[in-house]
């Protein structure tokens, strides 16, 4: 193996690890409350998304076209 190479992904495998040993620690510390709270918001954007979607298809299928980007 390249020995710079080697170098690189020793680098990039112990920053990787770090991150996940930092991401963990602050995960640890979160309370139940926190995690609902995160929870609830996901949940609330995900069905955000998807019902924006299911009316823009809706909407498409009746002939009318939104003013909208996405």
């Known amino acids: 193996m390249n020995p710079w190479f080697h170098d690189w992904f020793e680098k990039i ?3 990787l690890a770090y991150l ?4 963990g ?3 640890g510390y979160l309370s139940i409350e ?3 709270s995160i929870f609830v918001g996901v949940s609330a954007l ?3 998304i998807w ?3 299911a009316m823009q298809n809706i909407a498409k299928e009746k002939g009318i076209y939104l ?3 996405n």
């Open 13 to 15: 495998t112990s920053y």
């Open 20 to 23: 996940m040993s930092g991401v």
């Open 25 to 27: 620690v602050f995960l």
């Open 34 to 36: 926190q995690w609902v």
């Open 46 to 48: 995900i069905a955000n």
């Open 51 to 53: 019902h924006k979607r």
């Open 67 to 69: 003013n909208e980007d």
